[in-house]
């Protein structure tokens, strides 16, 4: 399978399933950083040492053969990709803006339908993540430490017996495990409660951060909630408490989106249906204006007000528009004012086929 494939297609196939709660949580997904031993963390290693563990990562692979962790798995230099391709890559979360762009000595190992994607020499010398559409937690986690043991047998990790698995960042140190879900939530952003839950989130140890984490901006009504502490807790606890704490906010967002159908049908199929009349007929849109278009899009289909639309679509859109994939799709760079026109008549292309 060529590496090609993974930056030319927008959508990954794990994306093209349907997970439980998917009208809410669009994804799940479980983190492990580990660290080998005997070597200086990402961020102190010379060059030369940073290549032995990408070589060691990668020679683990391929003499795996039939015993690989996961299906078809794809081993890629970051040296081996343009710079758009790497951006193409972080806008479908295979890879983290930080591995994108610091690491020279970086990889990341795919499996075929990406579901999961394993960084080296990010901020840790191993990053494995496991991606599964809608509320399947637990799921992700199986898999992930299935993963995960299965190197531990082949390299020796760096391990302190009091405080757990050692990792660049100290937030990390413990479980080395992130937990996260992806939640779309327009009703309570619409009825302005968004503010005071994701404080409360906050005040129980929980993260909430943009679509591409930490740093990055909460577009299309889209965030990422996760753990913030790995010490002290076992993966089942951390798996528990953020199950429970989602859980309540999808009751949250379901409340919120029938009192919207009960109080503001009107208003809100309006929303919907002028965000769809301008996506069919736009000429130029901005990236944000695009993100929340589509988000009103996709509320619209959740709620049955568009049937002959999947919410699907609006997943694929999501990474279309997005402006490292814009100009993979036009195989050229392109200016700001150039990606609007381009974002605006992709966006056209698409819906017009999905009606035919």
């Not at 927008?10 to 580990?34: F, L, N, Q, T, Y």
């Not at 951060?209 to 010490?231: C, D, F, K, P």
Request: with cysteine; aromatic share 6%; hydrophobic share 40%.
């Amino acid at each position: 399978m060529s590496f090609q494939r993974f930056v030319d297609e927008a959508v990954s196939e794990w994306m093209r399933g349907k997970g439980p709660k998917s009208d809410i949580v669009i994804s799940s997904r479980v983190r492990i950083a580990r660290n080998l031993q005997d070597y200086p963390f990402p961020l102190l290693a010379t060059g030369e040492q940073a290549e032995e563990v990408l070589s060691h990562i990668e020679q683990t692979i391929k003499e795996a053969e039939e015993d690989a962790p996961f299906d078809h798995p794809e081993v890629i230099r970051m040296e081996q990709l343009s710079e758009l391709e790497k951006r193409v890559l972080v806008e479908k979360h295979l890879i983290s803006p930080h591995l994108a762009e610091e690491s020279s000595h970086g990889g990341v190992v795919l499996s075929g339908d990406e579901s999961v994607s394993m960084m080296v020499n990010e901020e840790d010398h191993l990053r494995i993540q496991c991606l599964f559409p809608g509320f399947q937690l637990d799921q992700a986690w199986e898999i992930a430490d299935r993963i995960d043991n299965w190197f531990e047998k082949r390299v020796t990790y760096a391990f302190h017996e009091k405080s757990g698995y050692l990792t660049s960042c100290p937030t990390n140190v413990g479980t080395g495990v992130r937990i996260s879900v992806m939640l779309h939530l327009p009703a309570l952003a619409l009825t302005q409660q968004l503010p005071r839950l994701l404080q409360a989130a906050n005040q129980v140890g929980l993260a909430v951060r943009g679509i591409y984490g930490e740093g990055s901006e909460a577009l299309g009504n889209l965030y990422q909630v996760s753990n913030q502490v790995t010490l002290g807790h076992t993966e089942a606890e951390i798996i528990e408490k953020l199950q429970g704490v989602v859980n309540q906010m999808i009751e949250q967002e379901q409340r919120a989106r029938k009192r919207l159908l009960e109080a503001r049908a009107i208003q809100l199929e309006d929303r919907v249906y002028r965000s769809y009349g301008l996506l069919q007929h736009a000429r130029v849109m901005d990236s944000k204006e695009a993100m929340q278009r589509l988000s009103d899009i996709r509320l619209g289909i959740d709620l049955g007000l568009i049937s002959h639309l999947q919410g699907t679509i609006m997943n694929e859109l999501m990474v279309m528009t997005q402006p490292g994939f814009l100009q993979q799709h036009a195989g050229e760079a392109l200016d700001p004012e150039e990606r609007d026109v381009r974002r605006a008549m992709i966006i056209r292309e698409r819906l017009s086929i999905a009606q035919a």
